[in-house]
């Protein structure tokens, strides 16, 4: 690879948008763009949109010369066929040989990746994970996702499932989960929860009444929460303390001590961050909470919703130096 007159780009495939950059060797944004996904109107759309936000960045980007596309996908992947196995965003897919047909489209190698993976590694290349070889990060948007770096490298798992802590079992008999299962972290965790908790919340200690209408979504709720609404701090309060379990249990597992937080809840941080400490510490083995306070590092993610994106070009530079271009 020439490297100073080549790019990769980067592709974060939403279910309601497309976004891409172009990206240089150091992680610096060339150029960068956002598409509507049309998933409605099928796949061939869909490619076609990608394969045309390519192209713009490319131009876009100073006449470079693009070495390859990483494509971070939300769902179970199938890596060794470049197949999408199953991904709740994109229904009909299942077994898409995504990698081959964006390949055709652009004439570029293609690596695909799970999205929030991606966003993991987004985050150590130029984020708040930068020179961290095990960590987690930790979605925290509309659902939980995750994705996991041990030793330097991502873990995905034999399907690419692998960091979805989202599905963790924190109450087994709690509330249900879109996954089928019931209580996991994610009925905690998510903006939905949040909502949810908040409306359960308000009914439990004012009656009948109707909870305040900005607390239909988790930036308003958090809003009361900055303002010291006693519902809406306790809310935050419950949402930790389930959140610092599911910490812990992965601490635990893995022996790993940073955690990364993104995703709209993530906004948030500063009204939940003192008690998931400490709940993840009370949790934590082999160390006294004293300890694990000082070990266990929660912090927010720095690339927003650009992690996934930046994470993915990486991912074309990682898989060159891995063949050892
Ligand atoms: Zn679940």
């Not at 995703?263 to 082999?286: I, T, Y």
Request: one cysteine or more.
């Amino acid at each position: 690879m020439d490297r100073l007159s080549t790019c990769v780009i980067g592709i974060d495939l939403g279910g309601t948008y497309i976004k891409g950059a172009a990206l240089d060797l150091t992680g610096q944004i060339l150029s960068e763009g956002k598409i509507a996904t049309e998933v409605a109107q099928g796949q061939e759309r869909v490619l076609n949109n990608v394969a045309g936000l390519i192209a713009d960045l490319c131009k876009m980007s100073g006449g470079r010369s693009l070495a390859g596309v990483g494509l971070g996908v939300p769902g179970a992947l199938d890596f060794k066929e470049g197949r999408i196995i199953e991904s709740p965003n994109f229904p009909g897919w299942d077994n898409f040989p995504i990698r081959s047909q964006v390949e055709k489209a652009v004439g570029v190698p293609v690596v695909i990746e799970n999205d929030a993976s991606a966003a993991a590694m987004g985050e150590r290349w130029v984020g708040a994970a930068q020179n961290l070889d095990n960590f987690l990060l930790i979605t925290l948007g509309t659902g939980v996702g995750g994705g996991l770096v041990l030793d330097g490298r991502l873990w995905s798992g034999e399907t690419g499932k692998a960091g979805e802590v989202g599905h963790m079992k924190i109450t087994p008999d709690g509330p249900p989960c879109g996954c089928g299962s019931t209580g996991c972290l994610e009925v905690y965790a998510s903006s939905t929860a949040l909502v949810r908790m908040a409306q359960e919340e308000w009914r439990r200690v004012e009656g009948n009444a109707a909870a305040p209408a900005a607390w239909i979504t988790s930036s308003g709720l958090a809003d009361a929460a900055e303002q010291h609404h006693p519902i809406a701090e306790a809310v935050f309060r419950k949402m930790a303390y389930y959140l610092g379990i599911g910490i812990a249990n992965v601490a635990n597992l893995l022996d790993i001590h940073h955690f990364i937080l993104s995703g709209g809840v993530s906004n948030a941080f500063h009204l939940f961050e003192k008690p998931l400490r400490q709940e993840a510490a009370r949790h934590a083995f082999g160390m006294t909470p004293e300890e694990a306070l000082k070990r266990i590092i929660i912090r927010r993610a720095l690339l927003g919703e650009s992690a996934g994106m930046i994470g993915a070009g990486h991912l074309v530079h990682l898989a060159a130096k891995n063949n050892g271009k």
